[in-house]
């Protein structure tokens, strides 16, 4: 699929640009194209890969139509990363939070259709799921954009990929309290009962590679995903650390948190299909000919909802997640 192809990915530079970047190298791409605002981390992630031959980076903003249109020529696949995602500062910030997550993603799938790119892959979040902040809101209207784009063009196929924490990604729980752990500082927890969905990086990569090769456009790819509180996540990195007693102080709820995280809706789930051992395939609700013919056969799910408090991590069970994502 990505031999000899040209992809895009924007918002490269990120924790996700970066291991996906990888694993597409292993395919033998013609080119990938790391498209991002940061010139510094442009720099650091070129040095990273040792100035590799196929990997081409562009400085640009997805809020620039222009540049995303010139970014997508002769590309076959893009991957759109790009988002503001710190709950706390799309709160504090919406207007620029919209022109990123709303704005920027409108000018992906402009830019896409313009330049007759064959897939574009859109990762989304838990937090566009009965959206209670602003950055989920932005999320929603992403989703809505990318999966209505596929009555738009007749060569360009829009897909989502839904998905919850993942660990150690820039400014995640993990890595903050890991820091905090060994500074022998406290640590600030916004409540004992809050839930949260985590993978690890290596899973989030896959779930994009396997939506990418099976995706016929219009639908949401979610994968089956491990949950945990975040006390016990948090008791488990102490131990796993140090020796050293650390506090934790309950802070409260910050402004458009949750205290637990939904993957499907209620609404969702009558058109929410098993898709393998690992995976959930949500359909819109008008799904074209080509969605109904490859999954309508398959089994719907059982459940109502898919809620990060449903069915949760032991420490043991938290500990071999962190084990297996090299944390601790």
């Not at 640009?60 to 970014?71: C, E, Q």
């Not at 491990?226 to 488990?236: F, G």
């Amino acid at each position: 699929m990505f031999n000899s192809r040209t992809i895009l990915i924007t918002g490269g530079t990120g924790s996700w640009g970066q291991e996906l970047t990888r694993v597409l190298l292993s395919y033998n791409p013609r080119e990938i194209r790391i498209f991002s605002r940061s010139e510094f981390s442009q720099v650091q992630m070129q040095r990273d890969f040792n100035n590799h031959p196929s990997i081409k980076f562009i400085i640009g903003d997805v809020r620039d139509y222009d540049a995303v249109l010139n970014a997508c020529k002769g590309v076959d696949y893009v991957y759109h990363l790009a988002a503001l995602k710190h709950v706390p500062i799309c709160e504090l910030q919406p207007d620029e939070a919209l022109k990123t997550n709303v704005l920027g993603t409108e000018n992906v799938i402009r830019a896409s259709i313009q330049q007759d790119v064959k897939k574009v892959m859109d990762v989304s979040t838990d937090k566009a799921v009965d959206a209670a902040n602003f950055y989920g809101l932005t999320k929603v209207y992403g989703e809505r954009l990318m999966i209505r784009a596929n009555e738009l063009s007749e060569t360009t196929q829009f897909v989502c990929i839904r998905g919850g924490n993942v660990l150690g990604t820039r400014g995640s729980v993990v890595p903050f309290f890991k820091q905090l752990i060994l500074e022998n500082k406290e640590i600030p927890l916004t409540s004992t009962e809050m839930t949260r969905f985590f993978l690890t990086i290596t899973e989030a990569i896959t779930l994009l590679i396997k939506a990418s090769h099976d995706a016929v456009g219009g639908e949401i790819f979610v994968m089956k995903m491990k949950a945990c509180r975040i006390l016990d996540l948090t008791n488990v990195l102490c131990k796993n650390i140090t020796k050293n007693s650390i506090q934790i102080v309950e802070k409260g709820i910050r402004p458009g948190e949750k205290l637990h995280e939904d993957l499907i809706s209620r609404y969702e789930t009558e058109r929410t299909y098993y898709y393998g051992e690992d995976y959930y395939v949500i359909l819109p609700s008008t799904p074209s000919t080509a969605l109904s013919n490859k999954y309508n056969q398959l089994p719907k799910v059982s459940f109502s909802s898919y809620s990060s408090d449903s069915s949760l991590l032991s420490e043991a069970e938290i500990e071999e997640m962190l084990k297996s994502g090299g944390f601790c």
